[in-house]
């Protein structure tokens, strides 16, 4: 395949540039969803203030609703990204050239990432417990039949593959991707984790949950860097948001029962948030550490990982 010269002579600002569409575009959809929702309840309801209220509710307490809101904001973030690389470099967007062509180690990359993760939450619910941050409330399905509890966590399954996916795809596969081809590591990885958190700017709105999101938005361009490979990181974002929709404080995100459910003894959210960090960076740690010992008995390959094959984003 040619070479194509790179339109983009500034990384930094194509990042921001795809980043700041796809806040606007977030927001404005969640923004309409809610105005549509209002109306066709006002047309219901026969009352403008009655069916803003109840297009609220529906909003933010209807499972379906909710699901489907999420679903296609993430479906959108990945044209919005399609569209960005199509419109500078003028070439079909292809999963292959951002590290997801599938091969014998893409499944067993996602089932790395889920293996991950559950041994994460266990160690992080457990220091929590211990430090006195929460508590062991019960199980959030008692009373309730086997189908009822599986299919809700398929449905929460299905759901949370979309994040996964979609946001890896933009912010490792596009804009990381972009970033490796310009600049050092180090510095792709801050600024492509940057641009990660400043989306999830309305579920986490203090300080060190936003600092939290960039510490794992790193860790996941780290193993995608080391691993030439986005399935890892997928596995790893996927699991993740699924284990949190199903064990937690309260209900999931999507309103649906958790089966783990825990009770806040102490409003702590920095330490809370700290655990996080520390259990990320053990992560990265356990990641560089292996690669180090491979390097060092020649398994891996010490080049750029995107040198060698050629991708939309040259």
């Keep these: 395949m040619k070479e194509h010269k790179n339109k983009v002579k500034n990384p930094i600002k194509f990042a921001f540039l795809v980043t700041a569409v796809t806040f606007v575009a977030i927001y404005a959809w969640m923004i309409l969803f809610n105005i549509g929702l209002a109306v066709y309840e006002t047309q219901k309801l026969g009352s403008r203030a ?14 379906t609703i909710i699901i ?30 951002i590290g997801m062509k599938v091969d014998k180690n893409s499944f067993k990359h996602l089932a790395y990432g889920f293996g991950i993760v559950a041994i994460m939450f266990t160690l992080i619910y457990f220091t929590m ?9 019960g199980y959030g399905f008692v009373g309730q039949s086997p189908l009822t509890v ?23 596969g596009v804009i990381q991707n972009f970033l490796m081809k310009k600049m050092n590591t180090p ?12 989306t999830h700017i309305g579920r986490y709105q203090n300080l060190m949950s936003l600092l939290t999101i960039v510490v794992i938005g790193s860790v996941l ?17 996927f699991a993740w948001d699924f284990f949190g929709s199903l064990f937690g404080v309260g209900k999931s995100i999507f309103n ?14 920095f330490l809370a948030s700290l655990i996080i960090v520390i259990a990320f960076g053990l992560l990265f740690l356990t990641v560089a550490v292996k690669y180090k010992m491979d390097e060092a008995k020649g398994h891996c390959q010490q080049s750029n990982p995107y040198e060698k094959n050629e991708r939309v984003i040259n």
Excluded: Q
């Excluded at 009655?50 to 499972?63: D, I, M, P, R, V």
């Design 50 to 63: 009655l069916g803003k209220a109840a297009g609220a509710e529906l909003f933010s307490h209807n499972t």
């Design 68 to 97: 489907i809101a999420y679903v296609l904001m993430e479906i959108m973030i990945v044209l919005i990204a399609g569209f960005m690389v199509k419109k500078y470099y003028k070439k079909a967007f292809k999963l292959d050239y």
């Design 129 to 137: 417990v211990t430090l006195g941050i929460m508590t062991f409330k």
């Design 150 to 172: 599986l299919g809700t966590v398929l449905l929460i399954l299905g759901t949370t593959a979309f994040p996964g996916f979609c946001e890896e795809i933009v912010y490792r």
């Design 187 to 198: 510095l792709a990885l801050i600024i492509c984790a940057f641009c990660f958190s400043i």
């Design 221 to 237: 361009g780290y193993i995608f860097a080391k691993t030439k490979s986005l399935y890892l990181p997928i596995g790893i974002h």
């Design 256 to 269: 649906t029962n958790l089966i783990l459910v825990f009770e806040s003894v102490k409003s702590d959210d």
